[in-house]
């Protein structure tokens, strides 16, 4: 299977190319400076913005699935740290990337949000949900539920997952995943776990047309 991956040189990206390709799809890692990072053998990469309608349609060509690792930029993991990248970087890239996506026919797509977004909300923790409604995360959450909305109305076989608190911890395969998925403030799930679980999405067309959080246990 022939995979993009888009933001493939963040935290995330970089794991979901490695999961993919260590899985022996076809893949292709696409960012703004994807063709100048080393990557596993056998992986191509492609240089070019998710805002950049032709960049994300030439990425696009020949690709069966589509997974969009994108995250707005702060100048640190500080919750308050300035952000660095557009504040509609959600939505501007949900409008581009699955327009491309609709142009080559590359019919599923599959592309991180968070739990906390949009109906997931009043599912997540409270203490969690207070420091997303004073801090800068919740600047991103707010897109988010709009990109969601571009994506779920694509008309695309898509699927938004939503992730716990993200962290750089080995994978455990030990996973809990819903559509009405309810986290404690503390809940969080490792980049490599993720990773794997979108591989697998894109693979099966899995929660196709819905918004899946998933967290570790």
Known sequence: MRIVVVGATG???RQVVTTAADAGH???AFSRSA???AWPEGVSARSGSVLDADACKAALEGADAVIVCISMVRTSDFPWARITTP???HTRAATVLTAAAVAQGVDRYVTISAHGVGDSWRRAGPLFLTLVHTSNIGVAYRNLAHAEKIVLASGLS???IRPTRLTDGTAT???QVGTQLRTTSFA???RADVAR???EVAVSGAHAGKCASVSNR
């Open 11 to 13: 935290r995330t990206g």
């Open 26 to 28: 076809d893949v292709l």
């Open 35 to 37: 063709a100048a990072q």
């Open 87 to 89: 504040k509609d970087l």
């Open 158 to 160: 898509a699927t938004v």
């Open 173 to 175: 395969g030990d996973l």
């Open 188 to 190: 969080s799930i490792s």
């Open 197 to 199: 679980f979108l591989v």
